[in-house]
């Protein structure tokens, strides 16, 4: 055995139980949006409450979990996103896309947000609320799934064949989970237009218009969406094609600060 495979089935036999039992219990509860108790947590890991309990006070005090002092449920923080926006490529995403997403949201009066890909499904880093007393927006942090959203229809469309098969291998479980006959139509639609105009599929009356984000290396980083919602009393300024056209050049401009050659 050559030296290298020694040292990789070295690494393989190291273990870290105290470990794994922390990140196990960070990735059930960023999927808890109301929380667990220290029983439920036993429960759906399949451990003991002791063998639990001095972890969950250990996470909570390094900040990672919280339990509300009127509840027994422990609920995951915002510690772990905080450290995400650490990572220096998200950090010059948010960074760069800031002012700009600001000034779309003003001139169309209609909130954006942008959707970066991870582990299944996109995750909204950056958002901007409309300057309008009716808002409607997503929160920071919000998940998005691949098959059902306007920046899940993105993010597929401008992968590679390999990095979306992979894609699709890491779809959680609580989101539906597409077949080759699904997204094939998606890709080859939104590849054609350069851009994604659908239906809300969680809000009636909503339409979603997403641009893609692209890198120096022309790659897509990032889907830029604007929620559009038409007022009843005729009292919004701005078309859905005039905003449309705004969302196209914000996304354009991300792309050029972040070195895109041809946005």
Request: charge should be positive.
């Amino acid at each position: 055995m050559s030296t290298k495979r020694k040292k990789q089935a070295g690494r393989r036999k190291y273990e870290a139980p105290a470990l794994e039992k922390g990140l196990d219990i960070l990735e059930l509860l960023a999927g808890e949006e109301s929380g667990l108790t220290l029983s439920g947590i036993a429960t759906r890991l399949d451990r003991s409450v002791s063998e639990l309990f001095r972890m969950l006070i250990v996470l909570e005090r390094r900040g990672y979990v919280h339990a509300p002092p009127e509840s027994d449920k422990y609920q995951a923080t915002l510690k772990l996103f905080e450290l995400a926006h650490r990572f220096r490529p998200v950090q010059r995403l948010t960074t760069v896309s800031g002012p700009l997403m600001k000034m779309l949201a003003h001139r169309i009066e209609q909130s954006c947000h942008l959707v970066i890909y991870y582990e299944g499904k996109g995750h909204v880093v950056a958002q901007q609320d409309s300057p309008s007393e009716r808002v409607l927006s997503v929160r920071l942090g919000a998940e998005a799934p691949l098959l059902n959203s306007c920046s899940g229809h993105l993010i597929l469309a401008y992968a590679t064949e390999q990095e979306r098969a992979l894609m699709l291998t890491r779809v959680p479980k609580h989101h539906r989970r597409p077949s080759g006959s699904d997204v094939d139509p998606i890709v080859k639609r939104v590849r054609k237009q350069g851009f994604e105009l659908i239906d809300s599929a969680q809000i009636s009356g909503v339409r979603d218009i997403g641009y893609p984000v692209f890198d120096h290396t022309r790659q897509l980083i990032a889907a830029l969406v604007v929620p559009f919602f038409s007022f009843l009393d005729g009292s919004h300024p701005v078309s859905i094609t005039a905003a449309q056209e705004l969302v196209s050049k914000t996304a354009a401009a991300i792309s050029r600060e972040m070195g895109s050659p041809e946005a």
